[in-house]
Antibody, heavy 118, light 106 residues
Framework: EVQLVESGGDSVQPGGSLRLSCAAS????????MNWVRQAPGKGLEWVAY????????YYADSVKGRFTISRDNVKNSLYLQMNSLRDEDTAVYYC???????????WGQGTLVTVSS | EIVLTQSPGTLSLSPGERATLSCRAS???????LAWYQQKPGQAPRLLIY???SRATGIPDRFSGSGSGTDFTLTISRLEPEDFVVYYC????????FGQGTKVEI
């Protein structure tokens, strides 16, 4: 069974840092691109970052560029999101999502909550 | 950045009726790399449609997608009670962006 499990969400002060993890199982992790998508409370989905299977291609949303870093470890079957200089508006549930084929997201984790507040 | 605008914001219908949801892109979506997702309260999104018109595995045939270029449509032919939730479109032809969502309510 394909499974994605996020962890690392927490409450942090503005300007702080946090590292999210996503553990993948049930598929050949290195063969798929991966994404982070977030959802602020009561709001819609916002794509955050993309990483190709070999980590050679990486994209970021303008709202997080220069502050967030996506990475992966294909030996550990894990995806990461290093978040620095956190702002109030980064408060959201963060989902990891598998990219299939040309990029549609066919499998999602259950999400992990990040709260940025003083 | 390609901006996706979904309309209407809220669609009020009854079970058994047909739902038509629109997603308009600010510029052409290359190769029709357009997907639709369904999100139920408290759950992660679920892929319904990819490549503008292909149904994902296990998705009932009452869900269909159409369109190309800048105008795309998700149609639910006969609404079931579990279909009254929120739907998002996403383009993945140029980086990635989501529309703001359409809520289908009773």
């Amino acid at each position: 069974e394909v499974q994605l499990v996020e962890s690392g969400g927490d409450s942090v002060q503005p300007g702080g840092s946090l590292r999210l993890s996503c553990a993948a199982s049930g598929f050949t992790f290195s063969s798929y691109s991966m994404n982070w998508v977030r959802q602020a409370p009561g709001k819609g989905l916002e794509w955050v970052a993309y990483i190709g299977g070999s980590s050679s291609t990486i994209y970021y949303a303008d709202s997080v560029k220069g502050r967030f870093t996506i990475s992966r470890d294909n030996v550990k079957n894990s995806l990461y999101l290093q978040m620095n200089s956190l702002r109030d508006e980064d408060t959201a549930v963060y989902y990891c999502a598998r990219g299939r084929g040309y990029g549609e997201n066919d499998c999602w984790g259950q999400g992990t909550l990040v709260t940025v507040s003083s | 950045e390609i901006v996706l605008t979904q309309s209407p914001g809220t669609l009020s219908l009854s079970p058994g009726e047909r739902a038509t949801l629109s997603c308009r892109a600010s510029q052409s979506v290359s190769s029709d790399y357009l997907a639709w997702y369904q999100q139920k309260p408290g759950q992660a999104p679920r892929l319904l449609i990819y490549g503008a018109s292909s149904r994902a595995t296990g998705i009932p045939d009452r869900f269909s997608g159409s369109g190309s270029g800048t105008d795309f449509t998700l149609t639910i032919s006969r609404l079931e009670p579990e279909d009254f939730v929120v739907y998002y479109c996403q383009q993945y032809g140029s980086s990635r962006t989501f529309g703001q969502g359409t809520k289908v309510e009773i």
